[in-house]
């Protein structure tokens, strides 16, 4: 049974604007109007921003550094995803609050979580032909249209979609159901029993030709060993070790320099929560303690009022303890990386020193053996070499055999009769979808392929990409193993439509929005066409997020920041 993601609300932060939005979105249809400027596409964005994919950003939204936080379900089980300003840092909660985990990266960290979490189980060849779970950009592709991409292009909203070489074939037949899950699991294992395979026989290859010319050496000459070239060769392994020692050194004292560092920022990040532990404190004491009237003081007499402006301003210590306390945690992030850098070469300085050490004392064990390889060396040698190369046959029998079975089942998995449907089903959609946009011009032959580029010209362009997105979108929910995402599309009115002709494009996506799917419609002029649901209207001129809500969105969303930035110094259980 397919999956289904839906959005219930989305929360952003910039602390350094002092600004903020709290959005909340209809299980069915919201639109997001406003004109130009007004910020639809930033909100639109910062959704895929959150789940770790990438849309284009404007440079102003970078700038602010917003923190979000989206409410979401899966199948109606409720989570939260916090994503920490313009940091790699993205956190996970439970419909309780409560923390699931936490990750630096989305390619092998976040990526395989939602895998997991949607069913999204295709695996494709990174550049180093490493099988990887593909990241957010290419789960969400097919159901984003992004205004500065999408409509000049298919299958092209999101930025760095060639870290996968070759995807496109994949991915589109993947969404599609042409090969569903199983299929692609079946191909990952393939592809790495393959890559696997050649290894060994290019290993085979190398010892074969060794070998031989071993033999054809070791029957005309006698062997002999030269020992003036063992000193001179061993004399140069020990320069190498001699600079290698004193990088090492270098690189000891700047890990020391960092590291006290690090002790420092720790230093003062208690001293920080101490101080943000007492503001609150004396907040909740002037607050629940002390009387509005007033108190005199026991030595001169004189009366204190506890009044707002004392509560306001010990209010502000707080939050500036907090400011400084989400500073002080990433100069730490940074020192920290620093530090894993450094250790990084300073483990390959240390490896490069086991290499060399491993050639002094194979170096001198070949000369220390010298009588016994003159006696024995040519039966010993043949010996080994070729129980070698029968130890790689053996290996590449077995993984052929592992390959011949996964071949079988890929042909199994391939149904022939299920993709000639998905064919005909996508090819008659575009037909229809075509005709009801007042799209003449676009032959047969241009879409037949489900995998085709949109050729169309013009102001037709978008109305037949907007024939296509909703045909695959169709055929997804039909025929896909992956979840159904909700539809984002940002400004569908493109290339200078007239009114009659935006008319037939957003009545079509009223009509055609996929049975129980959800939609989020970022749009200008709406021409009076009544979608139902949630309208989120923006009116202020490059100001998404909006002073008036940055205390109640601060406080709803610090605890999760909280959470977030001292998940390593908690227990990862902790919630309020």
């Known amino acids: 049974?397919?999956?289904?993601?839906?959005?219930?609300?989305?929360?952003?932060?910039?602390?350094?604007?002092?600004?903020?939005?709290?959005?909340?979105?209809?299980?069915?249809?919201?639109?997001?109007?406003?004109?130009?400027?007004?910020?639809?596409?930033?909100?639109?964005?910062?959704?895929?921003?959150?789940?770790?994919?990438?849309?284009?950003?404007?440079?102003?939204?970078?700038?602010a550094d917003v923190s979000s936080l989206i409410r979401f379900t899966v199948d109606q089980v409720r989570y939260a995803i916090l994503k920490h300003g313009s940091a790699d840092a993205y956190s996970i909660f439970d419909d309780n609050n409560k923390l699931i985990d936490t990750f630096d990266s989305v390619t092998t960290g976040l990526a395989p979580f939602f895998a997991n979490l949607l069913n999204f189980k295709i695996k494709l060849p990174d550049r180093e032909q490493k099988q990887i779970t593909p990241p957010s950009n290419y789960l969400f592709l097919p159901f984003y249209i992004d205004q500065d991409k999408s409509w000049a292009s298919n299958w092209s909203g999101f930025q760095r979609l060639q870290q996968l070489p070759n995807w496109r074939d994949a991915i589109i037949n993947y969404h599609t159901g042409i090969k569903g899950n199983e299929w692609y699991q079946a191909k990952g294992e393939a592809d790495q029993v393959k890559n696997e395979i050649k290894k060994l026989t290019d290993e085979k290859g190398v010892l074969r030709n060794v070998l031989d010319n071993l033999q054809e050496k070791l029957a005309n000459v006698q062997f002999d060993i030269s020992i003036e070239s063992f000193k001179q060769e061993i004399s140069e392994l020990l320069k190498e070790c001699i600079l290698l020692n004193a990088e090492q050194l270098k690189l000891k004292a700047r890990l020391v320099d960092l590291h006290n560092h690090r002790i420092i920022i720790d230093t003062q990040i208690k001293i920080t929560e101490q101080a943000l532990n007492e503001a609150r404190r004396d907040y909740v004491y002037m607050v629940e303690e002390l009387p509005d009237g007033g108190?005199?003081?026991?030595t001169c007499g004189a009366e204190y009022h506890n009044a707002f402006a004392e509560r306001f301003a010990i209010a502000q210590d707080e939050q500036k303890c907090f400011e400084l306390l989400q500073e002080l945690y990433a100069e730490l992030a940074k020192v920290e990386q620093k530090i894993r850098y450094e250790n990084g070469k300073y483990t390959g300085s240390m490896k490069e020193m086991e290499r060399i050490n491993g050639l002094l004392a194979s170096r001198q064990g070949d000369i220390s053996l010298k009588d016994l390889i003159e006696s024995e060396g040519k039966k010993?040698?043949?010996?080994?070499?070729?129980?070698?190369?029968?130890?790689?046959?053996?290996?590449?029998?077995?993984?052929?055999?592992?390959?011949?079975?996964?071949?079988?089942?890929?042909?199994?998995?391939?149904?022939?009769?299920?993709?000639?449907?998905?064919?005909?089903?996508?090819?008659?959609?575009?037909?229809?979808?075509?005709?009801?946009?007042?799209?003449?011009?676009?032959?047969?032959?241009?879409?037949?392929?489900?995998?085709?580029?949109?050729?169309?010209?013009?102001?037709?362009?978008?109305?037949?990409?907007?024939?296509?997105?909703?045909?695959?979108?169709?055929?997804?929910?039909?025929?896909?193993?992956?979840?159904?995402?909700?539809?984002?599309?940002?400004?569908?009115?493109?290339?200078?439509?007239?009114?009659?002709?935006?008319?037939?494009?957003?009545?079509?996506?009223?009509?055609?929005?996929?049975?129980?799917?959800q939609l989020i419609l970022a749009l200008g002029k709406d021409l009076k066409v009544d979608f139902g649901g949630e309208v989120i209207e923006l009116n202020d001129h490059e100001k998404l997020l909006q002073e008036s809500e940055y205390e109640s969105v601060y406080s709803e969303l610090r605890p999760f920041l909280d959470v977030g930035i001292m998940d390593s110094r908690q227990e990862p259980g902790f919630h309020w």
């Not at 299980?27 to 130009?36: K, L, M, Q």
């Not at 290996?395 to 996964?406: G, N």
């Open 380 to 517: 010993e040698i043949r010996s080994i070499f070729e129980q070698k190369i029968t130890d790689t046959m053996n290996s590449i029998h077995d993984k052929s055999y592992a390959l011949d079975v996964l071949t079988k089942k890929l042909e199994k998995l391939q149904d022939k009769d299920r993709q000639g449907e998905i064919l005909d089903t996508y090819r008659q959609l575009m037909k229809t979808y075509l005709q009801e946009l007042n799209v003449t011009s676009l032959t047969a032959t241009s879409y037949k392929r489900i995998a085709a580029t949109i050729s169309e010209s013009g102001s037709a362009k978008p109305r037949a990409l907007t024939a296509y997105y909703f045909s695959i979108l169709q055929i997804i929910q039909k025929y896909s193993s992956a979840a159904f995402c909700p539809i984002v599309i940002d400004a569908p009115n493109q290339q200078e439509q007239d009114d009659k002709n935006l008319q037939r494009i957003l009545n079509f996506i009223k009509t055609h929005q996929p049975e129980d799917a």
């Open 295 to 298: 108190i005199e003081c026991p």
């Open 1 to 63: 049974m397919q999956k289904k993601l839906v959005l219930e609300e989305m929360l952003l932060l910039s602390l350094s604007e002092k600004r903020a939005r709290k959005i909340a979105f209809d299980r069915s249809r919201t639109i997001v109007r406003g004109d130009n400027q007004t910020g639809k596409s930033c909100l639109v964005k910062s959704i895929y921003r959150t789940f770790g994919a990438e849309p284009p950003l404007h440079p102003r939204w970078k700038k």
